[in-house]
């Protein structure tokens, strides 16, 4: 097996800067503008510099996108890590995970719709990144039923379906010009899916 390349500080930061510079391109002017000689434009430097970091157009979108996305993931799994009753830990993540794609709109509905940036649909369900965020709400659901919060469900289903269906509204959100607040539909969604799983007390 080759060695992993580590990468000195200065490649990491001509990376970014990389990426940074795809990322004003796709809120300026689309991303039809994005080519390896327009980046290239954009940062100041040699076409060939971003042939070093990147293999291809496509590999330097994948880039931008997982790093688009890694801040958004730090913040969810402190936030389900984190202290403070079950039940509060899911409405904040559902908060924070909608509010973040708020934040960055317009780059997020060029890199989930365009047909240039997708890659074979359900490849999303073989990332580390989705794994991870299903074993981690995971926990959280099985910690309320634990405590006697939540009825007895299986927890990496009920995850699954709460990852899911936060999924199709963060898209709806996206595809819609007249959106409510987000902490409005943040509270119902919520509300639908923890009530729903309140275990039933006895009359």
Not at 61 to 77: F, G, R, W
């Amino acid at each position: 097996m080759a060695a992993r390349h580590l990468r000195t500080p200065w490649e990491s930061y001509k990376r970014q800067s990389i990426q940074e510079a795809v990322i004003r391109l796709i809120c300026r002017e689309g991303l039809k503008s994005v080519t390896m000689e327009r980046v290239a434009q954009e940062v100041g430097i040699a076409k060939g510099t971003v042939y070093l970091h990147y293999r291809d157009k496509q590999e330097l979108l994948d880039e931008v996108k997982s790093s688009a996305l890694a801040p958004m993931m730090k913040t969810i799994e402190e936030i389900l890590h984190g202290d403070g009753a079950p039940d509060r830990r899911l409405r904040a993540f559902a908060l924070a995970y909608l509010k973040y794609f708020d934040e960055h709109r317009d780059l997020f509905r060029v890199l989930i719709y365009e047909r240039e940036v997708i890659r074979v649909q359900g490849s999303r369900y073989q990332s580390d990144r989705y794994r991870r965020l299903i074993e981690a709400t995971a926990r959280v659901i099985g910690e309320a039923v634990r405590l006697g919060l939540f009825r007895e469900v299986d927890a990496h289903i009920a995850a699954a379906m709460f990852v899911e269906a936060m999924f199709a509204l963060m898209n709806q959100r996206l595809r819609s010009d007249k959106l409510a607040a987000v902490e409005d539909d943040a509270m119902l969604f919520g509300d639908i899916f923890i009530h729903g799983l309140e275990k039933r007390r006895k009359a």
